[in-house]
């Protein structure tokens, strides 16, 4: 007999390697890889569906997930050969997440997973055929999904997980056709419907609400309940529960990881006490906070809770904000107030800014032009009105030393020197920029760096952002002229003469009759590639 630390045979050797493969490690894989499978929408870094996934795969891997959509990989894996069949049908758990479309073929399979699932517990997905993904949704899937709803419901109690992906039509019947089932083990309920539902409640009284841990609605007004015991709470694009119930189900939750609320907030604007503590979130990993329209309201949560130093935050929001978003909580004050690196993305293709900070977590989102009104009397006129800095007003940063500043494209005739001029004042704390920029905004910013506050012309404070002294500009776009070297240079020395000195400068090869004039205006000066 071999010992398991002896080499392998000849024979062995000349075998397959996946066929060498342990029980053990082929088990490993086959659960690894139903871990991925997951609710559309639900996860950036593998979808149920492979064909949809923002991950880079290896192209070997592409070819053959190109048409296999992940949650038939275990149909697939069971044809490979017989040891791996008889492997795949000892499994169960392989078995336990059923995709539902309501077509012939899917009621085969459906029947097929649900005999091999054994008693394992059940990710139940309601949800169009793909071949009609990008199509308008037909009635006619109506009485076939009731009928496999129906079918769904005589294994409500295995329910674990249910996911309905469908146009509200389609979700309020199937909860509807499951209204009358207990599922008192759900843990996770998640609705997702394209467009803007009814706004009349969706009544899920069946569902235990101390069981549910994730749950997700988006354009699906559901019955708000006392949801107790949330771990993942994200509403979105859609009718909201009132503010005071909501307030409720945060304090019900201690164990909160993730709150996101991308909702217009006067739905649920609802006053609520104001004479009571916030409420502690002592376990919130990631806020993510967000509207669509300009509405101060939206951020109304914030005043009512509080969450540690370490929670990941993200806003997103159109329009201009009319106040400061930490003026009424004290935990988003101690992350704003603490972030020393910052970095500000403007996409002019997409016409969004970003600003980004890694330690503290902090992200900011919003769009990049808004429409003004130009004249407000009949014809009304509008504008474009670009924006560069709403997000260090929003979240002012008094402690930020280190600023990037990337504006690659050249594509956006409303921004304009005012713009770089009150983003500057903004963070006037920095004491380093990184600027990646378009050659056509350098004379922007060299004005803006340049340019005097008021006072006396000789005070040391007169210049925007005082305490910067190293800067780092590379330039995108084509090769900067001798004007665009000319205005780096004078405004060197602009704030050299103002004792507010650039003392190390990184950029591009400067012309000699440019350069030597600026090493008079700047102590150290490394020259990088364009």
Not at 387 to 397: N, S, V
């Amino acid at each position: 007999m071999q010992h398991p630390d002896d080499p392998p045979t000849s024979s062995q050797l000349s075998e397959p390697v996946i066929a060498r493969l342990s029980e053990d490690l082929l088990y490993t894989i086959f659960m690894q890889l139903h871990s991925s499978i997951c609710f559309p929408g639900e996860s950036d870094d593998m979808p149920y569906n492979a064909q949809s996934s923002k991950v880079r795969l290896p192209k070997r891997v592409q070819c053959v997930l190109h048409k296999v959509p992940l949650w038939v990989v275990p149909v697939v894996v069971s044809q490979v050969c017989s040891r791996w069949r008889a492997l795949t049908f000892s499994v169960p758990p392989l078995w336990s997440f059923i995709r539902i479309t309501g077509t012939f073929p899917n009621r085969m399979m459906m029947a097929n997973f649900f005999e091999r699932s054994q008693n394992a517990p059940l990710s139940i997905l309601f949800t169009q055929p793909a071949a009609f993904h990008n199509l308008p949704y037909s009635g006619n899937y109506n009485f076939d999904l009731l009928a496999m709803a129906t079918e769904v419901a005589e294994l409500s109690g295995r329910i674990r997980e249910l996911g309905i992906v469908l146009p509200a039509i389609g979700i309020r019947l199937i909860l509807g056709a499951l209204i009358n089932y207990a599922m008192p083990n759900l843990h996770k309920l998640w609705l997702y419907s394209p467009d803007v539902a009814n706004r009349s409640p969706i009544p899920i009284t069946n569902v235990n609400p101390l069981s549910v841990r994730v749950l997700h609605a988006r354009h699906t007004p559901i019955q708000w309940l006392p949801f107790e015991g949330l771990v993942h709470l994200e509403i979105s694009a859609g009718p909201a529960p009132t503010l005071p119930a909501l307030l409720f189900t945060l304090k019900s939750s201690p164990l909160l990881e993730t709150l996101s609320l991308r909702i217009p907030m006067r739905h649920i604007g609802e006053e609520a006490p104001n004479d009571k503590p916030p409420i502690e979130l002592l376990r919130l990993q990631d806020l993510r906070l967000g509207i669509d329209k300009q509405d101060d309201a939206a951020f109304a949560i914030l005043p009512y809770i509080s969450f540690p130093s370490t929670t990941a935050v993200q806003f997103h929001f159109a329009g201009q904000l009319s106040s400061c978003l930490y003026e009424r909580n004290d935990s988003l004050r101690d992350i704003a107030t603490t972030t020393q690196r910052a970095y500000l993305t403007a996409d002019t293709s997409r016409d969004v800014v970003t600003i980004e900070s890694d330690d503290p977590a902090l992200f900011i989102e919003y769009n990049g032009t808004v429409f003004v009104t130009a004249l407000p009397w009949p014809p009304i006129v509008y504008q474009h009105h670009a924006r560069l800095c709403e997000g260090f007003l929003a979240a002012p940063l008094p402690a930020l030393t280190y600023l990037s500043v990337c504006i690659e494209l050249w594509d956006n005739p409303s921004v304009s020197s005012m713009q770089f001029n009150i983003l500057f004042d903004s963070v006037a704390s920095i004491v380093e920029l990184s600027t990646y920029i378009h050659v056509g905004y350098v004379e922007y910013i060299a004005t803006a760096l340049s340019k005097r506050m008021g006072g006396n012309d000789t005070e040391a404070g007169s210049l925007r952002c005082p305490n910067l002294r190293r800067w780092s500009l590379k330039w995108s776009g084509q090769e900067p002229s001798v004007d665009d070297y000319w205005r780096i240079e004078r405004c060197c020395a602009a704030r050299a003469e103002a004792g507010v000195p650039i003392e190390y400068l990184e950029t591009t090869a400067f012309p000699p009759i440019v350069l030597g004039t600026l090493e008079r205006s700047v102590a150290a000066i490394s020259t990088v590639e364009h």
